[in-house]
C-alpha cells in the first residue's frame, strides 16, 4: 500500500493536489498546522514542518514525501529561516531517519530568479540553472535544494526538486502567460516525480506547455511529466500592470521578485 505524506496541505498547492492525487489503494497523509477536514483515504497530522520530532512520527510507514510546506513568498528573514529553512532539513531528516526512499520539494523559480531570461524565444533556459535567488525566500529554496542533493549523495535518498513556476487556476500577470503550471499539469508532474524510477537528485520545471515559455521541458519529460495545458488560452484576459513589473517579468525569471 503506498503512502504519500504531503506537508504544507492546507496551502493551495496542498489543497489542488489533494483533489487530484487520491488513488484506489492510496493513502494520502496530509500534514499542516492548519486545520484540514479528513477525507476518505486520508489520514490528518497537525503539526509544523519544523518540528522534527513531529516530523519524524509523520513519517513513519510512509513511501514518499511531497514537501509544500513553508512560507510562500518574501518575508523576513527570521520567519524564512525558522520555517523554510529549518523545516525544510526536518523533512529530509525525518525521511532518513524514517527510512524513507524519496521527497520530492516544492522549489520555486525564485531559487534562480536573478537568471536572466533570453531574448530568443528559440533558447529555453535549463532545468539545471545555477542558483540566482531574489529573495530571502529563494535563498530558502536554494538551500532545500541543497539539503536534496546532500541527502542524495549521502544518504541515497532520492530528492525531486520542482521549481514551480505561477502555479494557480490563471495566470493574473503577462508574466504568468510564460511561468504558468496549471494545476491538473502540478498534480501531473508530482506523480511523475514520484513514479519515475531512480531519478535521484535534480531539478525540473515546474511549468506547463505554454506557448510563451522560455523553460526547458526537457527535464520534466525525462522523469515522464506530459503537459496538456497552455496559458495562451488566458492571453485575451490578461493586460499590462505598470512597465517595472512587466519588464521585470520578461527580464528575470523571478519576475516582479526581483524590484
Ligand atoms: C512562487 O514561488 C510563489 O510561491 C508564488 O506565490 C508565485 O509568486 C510564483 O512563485 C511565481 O513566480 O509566479
Redesign the pocket.
Known amino acids: 500500500m503506498e503512502t504519500v505524506l504531503i506537508t504544507g496541505a492546507a496551502g493551495g498547492i496542498g489543497r489542488m493536489l489533494r483533489e487530484r492525487m487520491p488513488r484506489e489503494g492510496r493513502t494520502l497523509r496530509l500534514l499542516d498546522i492548519a486545520p484540514i477536514e479528513p477525507a476518505p483515504g486520508t489520514e490528518v497530522v497537525t503539526a509544523s514542518v519544523a518540528d522534527l520530532d513531529a516530523m519524524v512520527v509523520a513519517c513513519a510507514g510512509v513511501d514518499a514525501v511531497v514537501h509544500l510546506g513553508g512560507i510562500?513568498?518574501e518575508a523576513d528573514w527570521a520567519s524564512i529561516r525558522d520555517v523554510n529553512i529549518e523545516g525544510t532539513y526536518a523533512v529530509f531528516e525525518a525521511a532518513r531517519r524514517a527510512g524513507v526512499s524519496r521527497v520530492v520539494y516544492a522549489s520555486?523559480?525564485?531559487a534562480v530568479g536573478f537568471q536572466v531570461q533570453p531574448d530568443d524565444p528559440d533558447l529555453e533556459m535549463p532545468d539545471d540553472l545555477a542558483p540566482r535567488p531574489d529573495t530571502f525566500?529563494g535563498v530558502s529554496k536554494v538551500l532545500g535544494e541543497a539539503l536534496g542533493a546532500l541527502y542524495h549523495d549521502r544518504h541515497g535518498l532520492d530528492a525531486v526538486c520542482l521549481r514551480?513556476?505561477?502555479?494557480a487556476e490563471m495566470p493574473y500577470d503577462l508574466?504568468?502567460l510564460s511561468?504558468w503550471l496549471s494545476p491538473d499539469d502540478c498534480a501531473r508532474l508530482v506523480e511523475a516525480a514520484l513514479a519515475c524510477p531512480e531519478p535521484g537528485f535534480r531539478t525540473v520545471w515546474g511549468v506547463s506547455a505554454n506557448t510563451r515559455r522560455v523553460w526547458s521541458l526537457d527535464g520534466g519529460r525525462a522523469i515522464g511529466y506530459a503537459p496538456e495545458d497552455d496559458a495562451e488560452v488566458f492571453a485575451g484576459r490578461i493586460g499590462p500592470r505598470d512597465e517595472a513589473h512587466d519588464e521585470a517579468g520578461r527580464r528575470y525569471v523571478?519576475?516582479a521578485?526581483t524590484l
Open positions: 510562500s513568498g520555486s523559480n525564485h525566500y514551480i513556476g505561477t502555479c508574466r504568468g511561468t523571478g519576475g521578485f
